[in-house]
């Protein structure tokens, strides 16, 4: 029975993954990140972690996954860029890294013998000794968070309000600036900068 | 008794004063120059005083940072004394052509000058090592002051260079006498008799390339050429007359009696460096194309030329690089001052825009004739003196040395011959022809004259010198000497 | 308990590993913010399933934090998005390159 | 008797100071009288000092004195020295004699040249420089003397400071007498490295404990410095350019005293040279190689004064080939007249060039004997001097140094004996031309437009120029008579002293011989020159511009020394010192250390900044192989 859940939930993780990282629609993508968390939350009540579990559900799916789409809904259709066009042997590379880091840790985590699984009694996972061991062992760390967590919300603020409120789609601000425009006033700046270098190096040469 | 710290102390007071109180012009170069006449005047009677044979005198020996074991021991022998007293009157002179020729700010511009005596006596007497380190480090100060401030329109890339050398060496040199005093045997002492023989080959090359670059000697010469150019007239003479005579100094009185098995085993790479130096700056001030430039190269092949004359290790090398040392701190300092009155008068120390000057300024062909002849040391003359004995001394160790060395003298005749004959002969430029500058007179003159006298006064006899510094130079070199089983 | 935790790490593995890709590869900073979603569950995890070996609730208590400092981090990225699209940049990560030396 | 010396010595170091510190409150004709004054009195104190000498006995005519330690640095010690003995006393007597009427002579010479006092405290400074050098008792003290009279050389030739060719020939003359200097100078670092001590005493003791190598070396050193102060091959070249000084100068300097100065060294220091047979016979080769080159080149050139130069440098080779046959006191004989005659010879040649308002190419001359008679009548005198015809006075010596070849009768003795015939042959040739294309001849136009009225406003010149030239002419002619082969002995006894090792000193027979042979040769050139020069004729040019070519513009071009020398050292040097300033000086070692290092830093950063690109998901991509690379680390190291 369990067989069947881990293989059905892992199946479902990886494939809303693959869509999460593949799909152009950020939309699209955030709805397979929501599947993803849902798989996630199940193979980890078959690890018998039902807090944790249910915390992914409510925090993530329920509050984080709002708010990302609230974002996704504000952008538009700016949000939708395709895949890296980038050079191909950086594409090759990054594929190459990270599949090198999966390979090492499926050899390690299938090479290394863990030992035998520790016995756990039905207290295990439950809210109770969560928050227990959160406001006792792990009191200043759940504080950090807190902190770190308020901050962010005062940094989102900041980020959220500054600025003029231009309404543009992607193609009138293409249309206004342009690639070759981009591409050109960096080619300037650039030209700039390396005019200033030389002069002062050539004044310290004479 | 007066004793030498009496002579450092009255310039650095009278340096203190000057620079706190906004004297007028005329009252501070007044004032400057009293003061560093007083100062020579203290030197002769010093000079008088001196027995030859009785090794380092006038000595205060206190305890100055007790925690560290530092002392202020400072005494004077023969060859500081000769550098003393050469220092006195070089800044006599150099504060005289600084009067004469009216700098912005002159009280601060006399106020560094005297302060750079000080601290170049500092230089030259200390016994201890902290203490040479204070003098050696601290007379920088006011020279890049001097020349950061006063000096000619590239004046700042030049003093960036100086610093960029000399912050190298000193360092090393810095961190080699650490080494040497907390390392000395029965608490931190940093004076130079007891670290006599006790440093090892690194300490012996970072006090070595501290010395090599302020001399300057062969590699590290890059510095020269842009100081020396840039430098007020004044102040180049005091650079490169006793300035750059405090690393030669150095490797004669701190670093051969510190690390004698050190410099004899090491003394063919000095001698080797000393003789590509002296051909290559001789062959380099053949090709300059101002006056300044010849001189200041003139220099770099003369200072290797000292210290080559240092690491023969014989009583000639010895006498020889001393007197060296003297003579050609006298001549360059004079040639420094006469082009820089050159350049006030017709607005350019170029040999392009100089020539033909002898006609009518008798007293302008007859001082830069002395100057030049003394330059290329023509026999007769103090510089012909220290230079033969360099050569004798270097053809007593290696035949072909002494050989080399003196067809290296031909060099000089040629470049000393091209400066000469390209301010004083051949027609007038243009430029001097409109601006007909007037003849050396009153003022420059007087700066210049007292160290053309000397130089003649030397050339007489020049065994009045070399008696006086014969011990104390033998004395120096002795120990390294003696490891060389010589 | 009939699954193997290492099974459990394996597919932790596979899923940084999509996650990784995905900040690699992707563009938009919408889309990346997700992936890294994708790599910090991942490890989220892992982290539960070593709790489990262990048998120790301190790994769940991780994972907890994580979680915090990962809508921390939503709160930040999701800012900055909001704060491009004011500014009518465009959103592309590409183009933002003042750290270009 | 030495205080009569140190006065000789001090009288012209007075004048000097004197003129330069007082010298422009003097009229300016007050400053070649006050000069003269001074080297007459000179030459009085020097005169008495000779004849003080040759009053004592023999035995003790050598004297020396220290007046004060000049240098000393451990067991090396010299002193201002003099020994005066009868080579000393005789230069003595040469230097302010000849330097005396030369000082007279110059007074009108230089009359109305702004810089007159300058001249003057030259002219007694080079007087003093030539004492210093001939009193010295010690070898430091000689090589003083050496450069202070190049020194003076200098000063003068670049007297007209304003011509460009003067200034050039000055730093030439200087810089190859420098040469010689260094080579004097190493010869003295051996000298005292071998035996430990640089005075005459000292070393003629000890110079029997040299082995023949040691001494040859050093022999060959101090040669050095002889070749370059005498103008001998190969380090001549620098005399016919210092023709560019005042014509006073080139009698005074560059003929009767200075360039003798080589010769004087090597009779000096002959109890070395005598451990040094090879050297001597390579100084007579030398010597004949000179004597015939410069002979040669004397027949083509054009300019008086370097007509004049050549055959002083011919003259010296004569003198070189006599030292060095050890006919010291025949060497010296020579010195002595030919002092005499070519001084008269170049004063009679600023005669003419003052005659002509400076002009001193012999083609813009001719015909001056009817306008100019006396300084013609004198011009011969030297002229047969030189030639060596019998009786005049350079027939005796330079006869005395050939006979001595045939006396010697080795190699070495035909060899010199044959070249100097043939250079005899040379020099009757090259001489009488010059006379004959100076006085003989029509008048050239130039000379006939300017000539005229030059002498008839002053005459041929002013006394002061022309007592001198008397004076000189009456030594030339008779001078040669204090050495007549078998009958008076003054030079050969005189000299006899001053070489222990004895000298060579032909019989009377072979003298005589020599005096005949010589003659007739001379006289056979004289012809020559008549039959070439006499009479405006294509005869030269058919010779130079036909057979001869190839010879004659050897010889025009001074058979290449100069050029050899300039592609051989100057350029090279040059180019040398070029380069290394431009391009090795200035990067390696004063852009390197400073503006180098930031500039190779500036350099690594810009081509590492590729990495700092900007994009975020680059960082990431290298983050992300970091972890891979280290985790794959930890797993293959195992653990």
Known sequence: MDIVVFFVASGCAIASAIAVVAQKNPFVSALALLANLASLAALMLLLEAQFVAAAQIIVYAGAVMVMFLFVIAYVGPRGEIGGGVRKPWLVALSVFAALLIAVEVIVVVFGASLGAVASVDTDYGSPAAIG???VTDYLLAFEVVSVILFMAAVAGVVFGTGGRPVRLSTEQVLAKEGESAVARRREASRAALDAARDSTTGESAR | MITISTLIAVPAIAAVVLLVIPFARQAAGYLALLVSLAVLGGVIGFIYRFEPVAGYQFSDNISWIAPLGVRWHVAVNGVSLAMIAVTALITTCALGFALWAKRDRSHASFALILMTEAFLFLVFAARDLFAFYVGFEGMLIPLLVLLVVWGGPSRKVATLQVIAYTAFGTLLMLLAILYLG?????????????AIGRGNDWVFFAFAIAFAIKSPLFPLHGWVLPAYRQASPEVAAVLSGVASKAGAFAFLAVLVPLFPAQSEQYAWLFIALGTIGFLWGSLLAFRQPDGRGVVAYSSIAQMSFIVLGIFLLSDRGATGATFQMVNHALVSAALFLVVGWLETQVGSGYFAQLGGLARRRPVLATVSMVLGMAALAVPGSSVFASEFLIMLGAFESHWWLGAIVALGAVLAAMYMLRWISAILHDRESALAGTLNPPDLKQGALMAILPLVLVLIGLSIAPAQFTDRVDASAHALISAAAKEAGR | MSVGIPLFLGVSAILFTIGLIGVLLRRSPLTILLSLEV??????LSLVAFSRQIGGSDGQVFALVVMGIAAAEVVVGLGLVVAMTRRSMVLDTDELRTLNG | MTELVWITLALPLVGVALLALF?????ARGAGLFASLIMLAAFVTAAVALILLANRPEDQRQVTETAWTWLSAGDFRVGFDIWFDELTALMLVIVTGVGFLIHVFSIGYMKGDLQERRFFAYMNMFVFSMLVLVVSGNLVQLLIGWGLVGLSSYLLIGFWHHKTSAVKAAKKAFIINAIGDVGLAVGIFLLFVDLGTVSYSGVFASADTLSETQASIACLLLL???????AQIPLHTWLPDAMEGPTP?????????????????????????????KV???????????LLMAGAIAIVQTDIKRIIAFSTMSQIAYMFVGVGLSAYWAGIFHLFTHAFFKALLFMGAGLVIHALNGEQDTRNMGGLRKLMPKTYFCFLIGGLALTGIFPFSGGFSKDAILSAGLHVDSTIGWIAYGGGLVGALMTGIYTFRLIFLVFHRRLSPYAEKVAPPLIKHHGEGPRSMLWPVYILALGAAFLGLLQIPGLTHVMSSWLEPISPNGMIEATAGQEWLTTLIGSLVGVVGIIIAAHLYLHESDAPDRIRLGRGRLIARALERRCYWDDLYEWMFERPTQWTASFLNRDVDATAFRWLPTDGIGTITAFFGRSVVVLQNGIVRSYALVFAVGIAGFLLYLLVRGT
């Open chain 1, 132 to 134: 227990k061991a959160l």
């Open chain 2, 182 to 194: 907390l390392t000395a045997p029965g608490g931190p002492n940093f004076d130079m008799e007891a």
């Open chain 3, 39 to 44: 790599m910090l569950n991942a490890v989220n």
């Open chain 4, 23 to 27: 010298g422009n409150n003097l009229p």
């Open chain 4, 224 to 230: 050095v410095g002889a070749l370059a102060k005498s």
């Open chain 4, 249 to 277: 100068v080139s009698a005074l300097i560059h003929a009767a005293t200075m360039v003798t100065a080589g010769v004087y060294l090597i009779a000096r220091m002959n109890p070395l040279f005598f451990y040094a047979p």
């Open chain 4, 280 to 290: 001597l016979d390579l100084i007579v080769i030398i010597g004949v190689i000179g």
